[in-house]
Protein backbone atom coordinates (compact mmCIF):
# COMPACT_ATOMS: atom_id res chain seq x y z
CA UNK A 1 0.00 0.00 0.00
CA UNK A 2 2.72 2.44 0.44
CA UNK A 3 4.36 1.65 -2.23
CA UNK A 4 1.69 2.58 -4.41
CA UNK A 5 1.42 5.79 -2.55
CA UNK A 6 4.78 6.86 -3.01
CA UNK A 7 4.79 5.73 -6.62
CA UNK A 8 1.77 8.11 -7.05
CA UNK A 9 3.16 11.11 -5.17
CA UNK A 10 6.20 10.54 -7.48
CA UNK A 11 4.30 11.03 -10.86
CA UNK A 12 2.42 14.03 -8.91
CA UNK A 13 5.77 15.51 -8.40
CA UNK A 14 7.12 14.36 -11.66
CA UNK A 15 4.41 17.20 -13.30
CA UNK A 16 4.97 19.28 -11.31
CA UNK A 17 9.05 19.65 -11.97
CA UNK A 18 8.46 19.86 -15.52
CA UNK A 19 5.98 22.78 -15.38
CA UNK A 20 8.38 24.63 -13.42
CA UNK A 21 11.17 24.08 -15.48
CA UNK A 22 8.97 25.69 -18.05
CA UNK A 23 8.31 28.83 -16.13
CA UNK A 24 11.64 28.53 -15.57
CA UNK A 25 12.80 28.29 -19.40
CA UNK A 26 10.21 31.02 -20.43
CA UNK A 27 11.39 33.13 -17.94
CA UNK A 28 15.06 33.33 -18.81
CA UNK A 29 13.62 33.30 -22.36
CA UNK A 30 12.40 36.61 -21.11
CA UNK A 31 15.45 38.44 -19.66
CA UNK A 32 17.92 37.25 -22.51
CA UNK A 33 15.78 39.25 -25.01
CA UNK A 34 15.40 42.32 -22.64
CA UNK A 35 18.93 42.41 -22.43
CA UNK A 36 19.76 41.88 -26.13
CA UNK A 37 17.08 44.71 -26.78
CA UNK A 38 18.69 47.18 -24.49
CA UNK A 39 22.33 46.34 -25.61
CA UNK A 40 21.33 46.84 -28.68
CA UNK A 41 18.74 49.95 -28.93
CA UNK A 42 19.76 50.09 -32.57
CA UNK A 43 18.18 47.10 -33.98
CA UNK A 44 15.30 47.51 -36.22
CA UNK A 45 11.89 47.30 -34.60
CA UNK A 46 10.25 44.07 -36.36
CA UNK A 47 6.53 44.47 -38.04
CA UNK A 48 6.60 48.10 -36.20
CA UNK A 49 3.05 48.53 -36.73
CA UNK A 50 1.49 45.32 -36.31
CA UNK A 51 0.03 46.08 -33.34
CA UNK A 52 -2.08 49.43 -34.75
CA UNK A 53 -4.31 46.16 -36.38
CA UNK A 54 -7.75 45.95 -35.49
CA UNK A 55 -8.24 42.21 -35.93
CA UNK A 56 -5.20 39.48 -36.27
CA UNK A 57 -5.32 35.71 -36.72
CA UNK A 58 -3.01 32.78 -36.03
CA UNK A 59 -2.86 29.50 -34.42
CA UNK A 60 -1.67 27.88 -31.58
CA UNK A 61 -0.39 24.17 -30.15
CA UNK A 62 -0.22 23.86 -26.18
CA UNK A 63 1.37 20.43 -23.74
CA UNK A 64 -1.23 20.93 -21.12
CA UNK A 65 -0.80 18.65 -17.55
CA UNK A 66 -4.45 18.40 -16.02
CA UNK A 67 -5.78 16.21 -13.21
CA UNK A 68 -8.94 15.94 -11.41
CA UNK A 69 -9.90 17.65 -7.91
CA UNK A 70 -11.88 14.93 -5.89
CA UNK A 71 -13.86 15.16 -2.98
CA UNK A 72 -15.25 12.86 -0.55
CA UNK A 73 -18.40 11.29 0.24
CA UNK A 74 -20.51 10.44 3.01
CA UNK A 75 -20.48 6.84 2.27
CA UNK A 76 -16.53 6.65 1.60
CA UNK A 77 -16.49 6.07 5.64
CA UNK A 78 -19.07 3.41 5.65
CA UNK A 79 -18.65 -0.51 6.13
CA UNK A 80 -19.43 -0.25 2.41
CA UNK A 81 -15.97 0.80 0.96
CA UNK A 82 -13.52 -0.09 4.56
CA UNK A 83 -11.83 -1.86 2.15
CA UNK A 84 -10.69 1.33 0.03
CA UNK A 85 -8.14 3.19 1.77
CA UNK A 86 -7.76 6.83 -0.83
CA UNK A 87 -9.01 7.49 -4.00
CA UNK A 88 -5.42 9.68 -5.30
CA UNK A 89 -6.26 11.65 -9.11
CA UNK A 90 -2.74 11.76 -10.82
CA UNK A 91 -1.43 14.31 -12.81
CA UNK A 92 -1.21 13.41 -16.74
CA UNK A 93 -0.30 15.12 -20.05
CA UNK A 94 -2.05 15.84 -23.50
CA UNK A 95 -2.04 18.61 -26.04
CA UNK A 96 -4.29 20.89 -27.62
CA UNK A 97 -4.37 22.68 -31.45
CA UNK A 98 -6.48 25.50 -32.54
CA UNK A 99 -7.14 28.90 -33.68
CA UNK A 100 -5.83 32.51 -32.49
CA UNK A 101 -8.86 35.45 -33.41
CA UNK A 102 -7.27 38.72 -31.31
CA UNK A 103 -9.00 41.92 -31.78
CA UNK A 104 -7.43 45.18 -30.41
CA UNK A 105 -9.82 47.08 -27.69
CA UNK A 106 -7.01 49.67 -26.44
CA UNK A 107 -3.02 50.04 -27.18
CA UNK A 108 -2.42 47.98 -23.66
CA UNK A 109 -5.75 46.04 -23.74
CA UNK A 110 -7.06 42.79 -26.54
CA UNK A 111 -10.09 40.27 -25.88
CA UNK A 112 -8.86 36.78 -27.61
CA UNK A 113 -11.36 34.07 -28.77
CA UNK A 114 -9.14 30.82 -29.12
CA UNK A 115 -11.44 28.03 -30.60
CA UNK A 116 -9.43 24.33 -29.79
CA UNK A 117 -9.07 20.85 -29.51
CA UNK A 118 -8.01 19.14 -26.78
CA UNK A 119 -6.90 15.64 -25.81
CA UNK A 120 -7.15 14.49 -22.47
CA UNK A 121 -6.36 11.45 -20.59
CA UNK A 122 -7.45 11.89 -16.90
CA UNK A 123 -6.49 8.97 -14.25
CA UNK A 124 -7.55 8.18 -10.63
CA UNK A 125 -5.83 5.48 -8.48
CA UNK A 126 -8.41 3.89 -5.92
CA UNK A 127 -6.07 2.31 -3.21
CA UNK A 128 -7.55 -0.50 -1.09
CA UNK A 129 -6.40 -1.65 2.25
CA UNK A 130 -5.01 -4.89 1.14
CA UNK A 131 -1.90 -2.69 -0.69
CA UNK A 132 -3.90 -3.37 -4.22
CA UNK A 133 -4.98 -0.60 -6.31
CA UNK A 134 -7.00 -0.13 -9.60
CA UNK A 135 -6.68 3.02 -11.99
CA UNK A 136 -9.72 4.60 -13.59
CA UNK A 137 -9.07 6.86 -16.65
CA UNK A 138 -11.18 9.05 -18.42
CA UNK A 139 -10.15 9.38 -21.92
CA UNK A 140 -11.76 12.46 -24.08
CA UNK A 141 -11.59 14.81 -26.87
CA UNK A 142 -12.82 18.44 -25.67
CA UNK A 143 -13.72 21.25 -27.67
CA UNK A 144 -13.16 24.46 -25.89
CA UNK A 145 -14.24 28.10 -26.56
CA UNK A 146 -11.58 29.95 -24.13
CA UNK A 147 -12.52 34.01 -23.94
CA UNK A 148 -10.35 35.84 -22.57
CA UNK A 149 -8.84 39.91 -22.33
CA UNK A 150 -5.11 40.22 -22.65
CA UNK A 151 -3.21 43.15 -20.55
CA UNK A 152 -0.47 44.11 -22.51
CA UNK A 153 2.69 46.06 -20.98
CA UNK A 154 4.74 48.52 -23.38
CA UNK A 155 6.46 47.26 -26.22
CA UNK A 156 9.99 46.75 -25.61
CA UNK A 157 12.00 46.82 -28.95
CA UNK A 158 10.96 43.22 -30.31
CA UNK A 159 9.30 41.86 -26.93
CA UNK A 160 6.09 42.57 -24.95
CA UNK A 161 5.13 41.33 -21.99
CA UNK A 162 1.11 40.35 -21.34
CA UNK A 163 -1.20 38.87 -18.92
CA UNK A 164 -4.17 36.81 -19.59
CA UNK A 165 -7.69 35.85 -18.33
CA UNK A 166 -11.48 34.64 -18.65
CA UNK A 167 -13.45 31.67 -18.91
CA UNK A 168 -13.25 28.51 -20.69
CA UNK A 169 -16.35 26.49 -21.85
CA UNK A 170 -15.88 23.00 -23.07
CA UNK A 171 -18.10 20.46 -24.58
CA UNK A 172 -17.12 16.79 -25.31
CA UNK A 173 -16.54 16.26 -28.82
CA UNK A 174 -16.04 12.51 -28.49
CA UNK A 175 -14.75 9.83 -25.67
CA UNK A 176 -14.12 6.39 -24.68
CA UNK A 177 -17.47 4.09 -25.48
CA UNK A 178 -18.91 3.34 -21.98
CA UNK A 179 -18.82 -0.12 -21.81
CA UNK A 180 -20.81 -2.76 -19.17
CA UNK A 181 -18.50 -3.28 -16.58
CA UNK A 182 -18.42 -0.26 -14.13
CA UNK A 183 -16.49 2.86 -14.50
CA UNK A 184 -15.34 6.44 -13.71
CA UNK A 185 -17.97 8.36 -15.75
CA UNK A 186 -17.91 12.15 -16.19
CA UNK A 187 -19.98 14.53 -17.60
CA UNK A 188 -19.30 16.11 -21.12
CA UNK A 189 -19.66 19.85 -20.16
CA UNK A 190 -17.61 22.27 -18.08
CA UNK A 191 -16.94 25.81 -17.54
CA UNK A 192 -13.32 26.69 -16.02
CA UNK A 193 -11.74 30.29 -15.09
CA UNK A 194 -8.19 30.82 -16.24
CA UNK A 195 -5.03 33.13 -16.22
CA UNK A 196 -1.55 33.09 -17.08
CA UNK A 197 0.87 35.04 -18.51
CA UNK A 198 3.42 35.39 -21.56
CA UNK A 199 6.05 37.26 -23.58
CA UNK A 200 5.01 38.78 -27.55
CA UNK A 201 8.09 38.43 -29.65
CA UNK A 202 8.12 39.89 -32.54
CA UNK A 203 9.82 38.42 -35.48
CA UNK A 204 9.89 40.38 -39.32
CA UNK A 205 7.08 37.90 -40.84
CA UNK A 206 5.29 36.70 -37.76
CA UNK A 207 4.91 36.87 -33.87
CA UNK A 208 5.42 34.19 -31.69
CA UNK A 209 4.04 34.15 -27.86
CA UNK A 210 4.88 31.71 -25.68
CA UNK A 211 2.29 31.44 -22.53
CA UNK A 212 1.55 29.85 -19.16
CA UNK A 213 -2.02 29.26 -18.29
CA UNK A 214 -3.67 27.69 -15.51
CA UNK A 215 -6.84 26.78 -15.20
CA UNK A 216 -9.71 25.61 -12.85
CA UNK A 217 -12.98 23.94 -13.43
CA UNK A 218 -16.12 25.78 -11.62
CA UNK A 219 -18.35 22.70 -12.31
CA UNK A 220 -18.97 19.12 -10.72
CA UNK A 221 -18.22 16.50 -13.48
CA UNK A 222 -18.85 13.64 -11.53
CA UNK A 223 -21.57 11.74 -13.76
CA UNK A 224 -22.38 8.35 -11.93
CA UNK A 225 -22.60 8.35 -8.66
CA UNK A 226 -24.58 4.44 -7.76
CA UNK A 227 -21.25 2.17 -8.70
CA UNK A 228 -18.15 1.49 -7.01
CA UNK A 229 -16.54 4.08 -8.59
CA UNK A 230 -18.88 7.29 -8.36
CA UNK A 231 -20.10 6.24 -5.05
CA UNK A 232 -16.81 7.09 -2.36
CA UNK A 233 -16.31 10.54 -4.71
CA UNK A 234 -18.98 13.94 -3.91
CA UNK A 235 -17.67 16.39 -6.30
CA UNK A 236 -15.11 15.92 -9.45
CA UNK A 237 -13.33 19.17 -10.89
CA UNK A 238 -11.05 19.56 -13.29
CA UNK A 239 -7.27 21.38 -13.04
CA UNK A 240 -4.98 21.97 -15.50
CA UNK A 241 -1.36 24.21 -16.01
CA UNK A 242 -1.20 24.60 -19.80
CA UNK A 243 2.20 25.81 -21.70
CA UNK A 244 0.62 27.47 -24.97
CA UNK A 245 2.59 28.19 -27.97
CA UNK A 246 1.23 31.11 -30.03
CA UNK A 247 2.02 32.03 -33.69
CA UNK A 248 0.14 35.26 -35.52
Given at each position: MQVS???????LYRYKVVVASLLLALCCLAQVSTVQAQQKRWVQRNNPNYDSKKLTYGFLIALHSSTFKTKYSDAFVTQQFDTVYSVNPMWTSGFT????VNHRVTDYL????????AFYEN???????????????????IVEFPVLLK???????NIRMYMVGGLKPA??????????????????????IEAGFGFDLYYPLFKFSPEVRFSHG?????????????QPLSRVSTNMVTVYFLFQ
Open positions: YIWSKFHLGFIDVRLTPQVKVRYLYTNETFKDATVESTYKSERRGIQASGKKQQAKEELEIKSANLSMLDMLGNRTNSYG
